[in-house]
């Protein structure tokens, strides 16, 4: 379940620091009752930035697919094998 707390708990910085790192996961802020910003540690965030290009290059593979812009395995190891001299 996402942690939630007002902005003005924002004031405890140590404490928050230590529920991002144990949690692992991002706490939302809140701002008069509606979403204001969210805080996580720097692993979550680099973990979620790097699922997040892991996914959208899942997808323009997917894509490629779709559209047809395949190529034959054994054609292109035979060509970078002529190309290199392998």
């Known amino acids: 379940m996402p942690r939630i707390i007002p ?4 004031k405890n910085t140590s404490e928050i620091s230590e529920i991002c790192h144990s949690e692992e996961a991002p706490i939302f802020v809140t701002k008069n009752g509606y979403g204001d910003m969210v805080v996580m540690s720097m692993e979550v965030y680099e973990r979620d930035m790097y699922m997040s ?3 959208g290059k899942l997808q323009a593979a997917e894509r490629s697919v779709a559209e047809g812009r395949t190529a034959d395995a054994y054609g292109a190891l035979n060509s970078i094998k002529e190309k ?3």
């Open 7 to 10: 902005i003005r708990d924002l």
């Open 84 to 86: 290199y001299g392998i």
């Open 53 to 55: 290009s892991v996914y």
